[in-house]
């Protein structure tokens, strides 16, 4: 098990230095702010911004060898990575491109922290360029917290892992296995003591890919590991070297937060867009016979306004997996799993209720899930 990835780490310093004239000072903020391509970062926490929206940092806080990264308008390129550290401990560093805030930092003109209950959607992309003489992980970091900081760690970080290589692994345990954004990954979760860490690992390399950033904070939100009414703090996607690292890139990166109300077209309860009230009560039936069962699952829409579009989170105990289902899509077929609306379905008046099922296979005792969320909302149960 290995410490926070890029959290043990000295204080930010101070950047810049007293000026003798306003023609100096404002060339010194000129190139602190905005970034030309091929611009050179060596300090351990130098930064600078690209596209006058996003922050790259070289973020070296794990070794005192040197760190050079070259900063492009689309992303950056690690040009020095000396010196190593043990792979049974935290890594070297965590070069990377942000959108938010991040130990004060805060790139320009965000949107974040937000609070989850408002936003509607985060489309992201990123593209990555790998090297094979390292050991490593890409990763792309969601922060969450109870409170909209803008300094410090974050109460919970959820990784997901594009790339490794080499013996290294996530902080916990593996959990399970979950498909999130249409892709499959194995989980795992565990503290390093100052935040609970919540790991998405790729089975294989994945070098480019557009996807929503909420599906990941509402997989957060179903395991108990967040809640809708904490707050996006960041996101951030880099490298994570403890040998070497030199060449490997963020080729491109964009992120954008989508907040709006259920009135709002734009918002969680705009056409096509799952949200609208979330307050809900989850009644969930089962039929069981030895090494098998199916489950009749009925929401409640127990909100003033209709719900637009629908996905309910849950967690299937350990030893259950779902085989077929009908009047659903769902994301996963053990361990954590995502139903979302059908197109007769979709629509779910306040007061009203909508319906679906799936049938599995068991073994050992059986038992019913114990948390349910509603587009990133908990339910009750019935």
């Given at each position: 098990?290995?410490?926070?990835?890029?959290?043990?780490?000295?204080?930010?310093?101070l950047?810049?230095?007293?000026?003798?004239?306003?023609?100096?000072?404002?060339?010194?903020?000129?190139?602190?702010?905005?970034?030309q391509?091929?611009?050179?970062?060596?300090q351990?926490?130098?930064?600078?911004?690209?596209?006058?929206?996003?922050?790259?940092?070289?973020?070296?806080?794990?070794?005192?060898?040197?760190?050079?990264?070259?900063?492009?308008?689309?992303?950056?390129?690690?040009?020095?990575?000396?010196?190593?550290?043990?792979?049974?401990?935290?890594?070297?560093?965590?070069?990377s491109?942000?959108?938010?805030?991040?130990?004060?930092?805060?790139?320009?003109?965000?949107?974040?922290?937000?609070?989850?209950?408002?936003?509607?959607?985060?489309?992201?992309?990123?593209?990555?360029?790998?090297?094979?003489?390292?050991?490593?992980?890409a990763?792309?970091?969601?922060?969450?917290?109870?409170t909209?900081?803008?300094?410090?760690?974050s109460?919970?970080?959820?990784?997901?892992?594009?790339?490794?290589?080499?013996?290294?692994?996530?902080?916990?345990?593996?959990?399970?296995?979950?498909?999130?954004?249409?892709?499959?990954?194995?989980?795992?979760?565990?503290?390093?003591?100052?935040?609970?860490?919540?790991?998405f690992?790729?089975?294989?390399?994945?070098?480019?890919?557009?996807?929503?950033?909420?599906?990941?904070a509402?997989?957060?939100?179903?395991?108990?590991?967040?809640?809708?009414?904490?707050?996006l703090?960041?996101?951030?996607?880099?490298?994570?070297?403890?040998?070497?690292?030199?060449?490997?890139?963020?080729?491109?990166?964009s992120?954008?937060?989508?907040?709006?109300?259920?009135?709002?077209?734009?918002?969680?309860?705009?056409?096509?867009?799952?949200?609208?009230?979330?307050?809900?009560?989850?009644?969930?039936?089962?039929?069981?016979?030895?090494?098998?069962?199916?489950?009749?699952?009925?929401?409640?829409?127990?909100?003033?306004?209709?719900?637009?579009?629908?996905?309910?989170?849950?967690?299937?105990?350990?030893?259950?997996?779902?085989?077929?289902?009908?009047?659903?899509?769902?994301?996963?077929?053990?361990?954590?799993?995502?139903?979302?609306?059908?197109?007769?379905?979709?629509?779910?008046?306040?007061?009203?209720?909508?319906?679906?099922?799936?049938?599995?296979s068991?073994?050992?005792?059986?038992?019913?899930?114990?948390?349910?969320?509603l587009?990133?909302?908990?339910?009750?149960?019935?």
């Amino acid at each position: 098990m290995r410490p926070s990835p890029h959290h043990a780490r000295s204080a930010r310093g101070l950047f810049g230095a007293l000026l003798t004239s306003l023609v100096s000072l404002a060339a010194l903020l000129t190139t602190a702010s905005v970034a030309q391509a091929d611009t050179t970062i060596c300090q351990a926490f130098g930064a600078t911004t690209i596209q006058g929206r996003y922050v790259v940092q070289n973020n070296r806080w794990g070794t005192s060898a040197a760190q050079c990264i070259s900063v492009t308008d689309s992303g950056f390129r690690i040009t020095q990575a000396d010196g190593s550290v043990p792979t049974n401990g935290a890594p070297k560093s965590y070069p990377s491109v942000y959108n938010g805030c991040h130990y004060t930092n805060c790139s320009p003109g965000t949107n974040l922290p937000a609070q989850l209950s408002t936003i509607s959607n985060a489309p992201s992309n990123v593209s990555f360029s790998y090297v094979n003489d390292a050991i490593y992980d890409a990763a792309y970091d969601i922060w969450l917290d109870p409170t909209p900081r803008t300094d410090g760690v974050s109460r919970t970080e959820i990784m997901i892992w594009f790339n490794k290589v080499g013996s290294v692994q996530p902080i916990g345990s593996p959990v399970g296995n979950a498909n999130v954004g249409g892709r499959d990954w194995q989980v795992w979760s565990g503290s390093n003591g100052s935040n609970d860490v919540l790991s998405f690992v790729a089975p294989s390399a994945i070098t480019s890919w557009n996807f929503d950033v909420m599906d990941f904070a509402r997989q957060a939100v179903s395991r108990g590991l967040a809640q809708n009414n904490w707050y996006l703090t960041s996101v951030q996607a880099g490298f994570e070297p403890w040998q070497n690292g030199a060449g490997l890139a963020v080729t491109s990166f964009s992120s954008t937060v989508n907040k709006g109300t259920p009135s709002d077209p734009g918002g969680p309860g705009g056409p096509g867009t799952p949200g609208g009230s979330t307050a809900c009560k989850v009644a969930y039936g089962t039929n069981v016979w030895q090494g098998g069962f199916t489950a009749d699952v009925t929401i409640a829409n127990t909100g003033s306004s209709a719900v637009n579009g629908w996905k309910l989170a849950f967690t299937l105990p350990s030893g259950q997996q779902i085989t077929s289902s009908w009047n659903a899509n769902l994301s996963g077929s053990s361990g954590a799993v995502t139903a979302s609306n059908v197109s007769h379905n979709g629509q779910v008046a306040a007061g009203g209720q909508a319906t679906f099922g799936f049938q599995g296979s068991s073994s050992g005792a059986f038992t019913k899930p114990t948390a349910f969320s509603l587009n990133g909302t908990a339910c009750t149960t019935a």
